[in-house]
């Protein structure tokens, strides 16, 4: 008997860790708590598609904290009321302050 339960043991860890892996609905990790994070994509912003993205049309995503305006004016660096995917890219949030 003792065989069979040290074999089945790891045997059991096995299953246990591939469904907490994959998921036990085999979604493969893309649940809630795992999708991304940070920023959209640029092509989500631009909704109309001609490489640039207004207030406007930033306007239409949520944002986890503050205000889309102001938000809008950190990422556009130049000030020239649109947002590239340059400016985009290299755009770095402020840090939140340690508590």
């Known amino acids: 008997m003792k065989t069979h339960s040290t074999k089945l043991i790891p045997l059991l860890s096995l299953i246990l860790c591939s469904q907490v892996s994959y998921g036990a609905d085999g979604d493969y990790g893309q649940n809630d708590r795992n999708e991304r994070r940070g920023p959209p994509q640029f092509s989500q912003l631009d909704l109309d598609g001609d490489s640039s993205v207004t ?6 995503h949520p944002v986890p904290r503050g205000d889309h305006e102001t938000i809008f004016n950190h990422i556009d660096s130049n000030g020239d009321g649109i947002i590239t995917e340059t400016e985009l890219t290299n755009h770095k949030p402020p840090r939140r302050p340690r508590n």
């Open 55 to 60: 207030l406007d049309e930033f306007s239409q």
